[in-house]
């Protein structure tokens, strides 16, 4: 019977397929690789990959400790490379607009619950519940895929991350 | 009114054991290998494997974004509430020839009938959703039913996969084995430690062993939810069973292993690009485009989708972007 190895890339290896362009301009597929993004990003920085009218998907090079943050909406964190913890807090005061959208910074340390805390390896998703605080944790360089609106810290540099010709 | 309350029209069954079915000017008919499909102006004939692979794709996905092509002639368009049969209305020779034709139905009705040929055409031991090498024969004559494979329920998580209340995780004791592309995902689960009363909303689960264990190829379910954006991952092998033209624009993000897509215009079906999508990548598919993908290996691959009620409208109105982003 035959085996199979299943390909999953990383920070430390990766392989970029690519537009092979019959008759069309590449820069429609807005083709990039997160683990490329993320070899050229700040620790912590949200750089866009995705983005469908509001709602972007970023990649973000999980590094140290980030600041804490918050989004009125839940978002979801998926590890793609490296060990990330999540660390959950019930803030005593509302921390975002109800009514904004995408993350935003917190500043400081917020005063509140501590609610719990994820250890996230590859593969694995975390939820970042509305309205909620949460910071992330990284001892080795790590990628995490986040599943949110665009914000106010949103990166955008298509140019910079995307296939052009 | 549920579909399996609408009338459908079912003929005789012929002499291979099938029903024929009419759907307006449109029949349906299937011998040991083909589907037959005709209309007032013409006549098709499809590998009825192929046939009932994007049949199972249409009705399961209730007529997806945009154009499910079942190959380069017959396929639907979802106006969302209502769909559109065509034969060669997407084929420029069929087009240039005046051949082409389309008829447009209240989509419970179109449903009830795709969902009737689907029960009555599939036989034991063929599932429509499996990969080629994990299921017995679509062909012969008629010997009984699967209907607990097309009748499969839909993974559409409300906030994330795992979260209490929400869809349940995949394990051998839910029928969900690893499938034998994946034996050597790991199948870890995240370490998760919620303080007294947050048990509900400290939760992650591990996605690639989730996606391990899909017993369907080539299904998008949803897994995660912010608002209107949604993760809908998928396992693909082989090739998808269907062209789908986008009526909007639709992402990928490459989780695992390689998969190539043929990009073709979605009027004519002209061929516009080859995408080679491997770990790591992330591409988007324009909204005037069509696509079909090949996946040599069983691949891990997350669609996210943009399920805004407000599309359709922009959509019909010729207001949706074609392209994700400008620069």
């Known amino acids: 019977m035959a085996t199979y190895t299943t390909a999953f890339a990383s920070l430390a290896r990766y392989d970029k397929g690519g537009v092979e362009v019959i008759n069309d301009d590449p820069k429609n597929y807005v083709f990039s690789n997160m683990f490329d993004v993320a070899s050229a990003a700040r620790p912590w920085e949200k750089v866009a990959v995705a983005k469908n009218m509001q709602y972007v998907l970023e990649v973000i090079r999980a590094e140290g400790t980030s600041e804490w943050r918050a989004a009125p909406h839940d978002e979801l964190a998926l590890v793609v490379d490296g060990e990330v913890v999540v660390e959950l807090l019930d803030p005593a005061e509302p921390q975002v607009d109800p009514g904004a959208q995408g993350s935003v910074t917190v500043a400081g340390e917020p005063a509140g619950t501590p609610m719990g805390r994820i250890t996230a390896g590859r593969g694995h998703m975390a939820l970042l519940p509305a309205g909620r605080c949460y910071r992330f944790r990284a001892e080795q360089p790590g990628v995490i895929l986040l599943q949110t609106i665009d914000g106010p810290d949103t990166v955008y540099r298509w140019a910079d991350i995307c296939q052009t010709a | ?327």
């Open chain 2, 1 to 327: 009114m549920t579909t399996t309350d609408i009338p459908v029209e079912i003929g005789e069954r012929n002499e291979h054991g099938y029903s024929t079915f009419r759907l307006g000017g449109f029949s349906f008919g299937r011998d040991e290998h083909f589907a037959h499909i005709e209309w007032p102006t013409g006549r098709h004939v499809m590998s009825v494997e192929a046939f009932l692979k994007a049949l199972m794709r249409d009705v399961a996905w209730n007529f997806f974004y945009g154009i499910v092509n079942f190959d380069s002639v017959i396929g639907t368009m979802n106006h969302y509430g209502n769909v559109d049969l065509f034969a060669g209305r997407y084929n420029d020779a069929y087009r240039k020839a005046e051949l082409d034709h389309q008829e447009n139905f209240d989509a419970d009705q179109i449903m009830a009938t795709f969902k009737a040929m689907l029960a009555d055409w599939t036989n034991d031991g063929f599932d429509p959703f499996a990969a080629p090498q994990e299921t017995g024969s679509a062909f012969g004559e008629k010997r009984g039913d699967n209907l607990a494979a097309v009748t499969r329920t839909r993974v559409t998580a409300q906030r994330m996969v795992g979260v209490p209340g929400d869809e349940p995780l995949r394990s051998d004791e839910t029928g969900h084995p690893i499938n034998r592309m994946f034996a050597d995902v790991a199948q870890d689960e995240p370490k998760v430690e919620p303080e007294a009363g947050y048990e509900g909303e400290v939760a992650a689960f591990n996605l690639y062993a989730y996606l391990s264990r899909s017993d369907v190829t080539w299904n998008p379910s949803v897994v995660s939810v912010c608002k209107e954006s949604l993760y809908c991952p998928t396992t693909e092998e082989f090739i998808l069973p269907i062209i789908h033209g986008n009526d909007r624009v639709e992402w990928f993000v490459q989780l695992s292993d390689e998969i190539h897509w043929k990009v073709e215009d979605r009027e004519t079906g002209a061929p516009r690009a080859n995408v080679v999508m491997k770990s790591g990548d992330v591409a988007a598919m324009p909204a005037d485009i069509r696509h079909q993908g090949y996946s040599p290996k069983r691949a891990m691959l997350l669609v996210w989708e943009n399920g805004s009620p407000a599309l359709p409208d922009l959509i019909a109105e010729g207001k949706a972007p074609k392209t994700a982003v400008e620069f």
